[in-house]
């Protein structure tokens, strides 16, 4: 059975940092991609970053881009992700899912299990 479990979520100031953790079991983040999406009220989830199995390739949005850094731990297990310079618009429910392959991805579809999430507000 895998299992997702993000943590480090919380209240940040616009141009302050956080860092989100996401602990996997019953797959190993070492040769599956891990990605993270985030959802906002009212809005559709989105793709923020990923990372491949293997080599740990990573590819982001455009919008977080530069402030956004996605990374894995093997012997733990764990992927994170370091938000800098957050912004307002950054603020939203996110999520980090395993992919069915080694293989990043930006689609939905193509990640097979999720995490619960955890809550990203950024004040103005």
């Known amino acids: 059975q895998v299992q997702l479990v993000e943590s480090g979520g919380g209240l940040v100031q616009a141009g302050g940092s956080l860092r989100l953790s996401c602990a996997a079991s019953?797959?190993?983040?070492?040769?599956?991609?891990m990605g993270w999406f985030r959802q906002a009220p009212g809005k559709d989830r989105e793709f923020v970053a990923a990372?491949?199995?293997?080599?740990?390739?990573?590819f982001y949005a455009g919008s977080v881009k530069g402030r956004f850094t996605i990374s894995k731990d093997s012997a733990k297990n764990t992927v994170y992700l370091q938000m800098n310079s957050l912004k307002p618009e950054d603020t939203a429910l996110y999520y980090c899912a395993v992919g069915r392959s080694y293989a990043n991805s930006i689609y939905i579809g193509n990640y097979d299990y999720w995490g619960q999430g955890t809550q990203v507000t950024v004040s103005s």
């Open positions: 990372i491949s199995g293997g080599i740990g390739g990573t």
């Open positions: 019953g797959r190993t983040v070492s040769s599956y991609s």
